[in-house]
């Protein structure tokens, strides 16, 4: 993957947890970076564009950020609750193609 | 309210053909870009093909070109997948998918359909 996310991470509700999404080749900041969650069953959501620009409706425990220098995209969510156990995946372009992380899996013990 | 309505999933034998469609409604197709994105059962997100508003410029991914064709009728506002000689390794959910710009290299996925189900029997 152009695009490396890490496979898994789990933290408890109440707690803040941060996902990591990093460009193997070109720019990060050459290209917007949006935040994808897909909950068990379900299609789906972008609740992140354009590098932190949350989606109406999504909640302000959510954020994003990118750090040029280390070429990665961030995705933070804080007090953490049930329902935000989910899939999530970074997406950015390439070559005039999207491409996406590989996904992360967030458990919420 | 922006939707997207995917249809026209099923099983089908290895080397036969699938056409996808995808309802859109609250927006117009033909000002944006659009997506094609399939996943895998129990794998990730993998992108497959985009056209641009100009309804001209298509780009796929490596493993469907000249096997898939991405079009659109904007009299129906209705976008599609033509999928030709088909292996077990396109057995995924499609999910088409809107992006925020008419022309860009610069892709802002925003919007995604609910996915219909392509299953490849060999």
């Known amino acids: 993957f152009m695009l490396t996310q890490p496979h898994s991470v789990s933290e408890s509700p109440g707690k803040t947890v941060t996902i990591s999404c990093t460009r193997a080749?070109?720019?990060?900041?050459?290209?917007?970076v949006q935040w994808v969650q897909q909950r068990p069953g379900s299609a789906p959501v972008t609740i992140i564009y354009e590098d932190f620009h949350r989606v109406s409706g999504v909640p302000d425990r959510f954020s994003a950020s990118i750090d040029s220098s280390s070429n990665t995209a961030s995705l933070t969510i804080s007090a953490l609750q049930p329902e935000d156990e989910a899939d999530y995946y970074c997406q950015s372009s390439y070559n005039n193609r999207a491409i996406f992380g590989g996904g992360t899996k967030l458990t919420v013990l | 309210q922006v939707s997207l309505v995917a249809s026209g999933g099923g099983v089908v034998e290895s080397g036969r053909s699938l056409r996808l469609s995808c309802a859109a409604s609250g927006f117009t197709l033909k000002n944006y870009v659009m997506h094609w994105v399939r996943q895998a059962p129990g794998e990730g997100l993998k992108w497959v093909s985009l056209m641009w508003s100009d309804g001209n410029t298509k780009f796929y991914e490596d493993s469907v070109k000249g096997r898939f064709l991405i079009s659109r009728d904007d009299s129906k506002n209705m976008f599609y997948l033509e999928m030709r000689s088909l292996r077990a390794e396109d057995t995924a959910v499609y999910y088409c998918?809107?992006?925020?710009?008419?022309?860009?290299?610069?892709?802002?996925?925003?919007?995604w359909g609910q996915g219909t189900t392509v299953t490849v029997s060999s």
């Open positions: 998918v809107k992006d925020s710009r008419k022309t860009s290299v610069n892709l802002v996925i925003d919007v």
């Open positions: 080749s070109g720019g990060l900041a050459s290209y917007y």
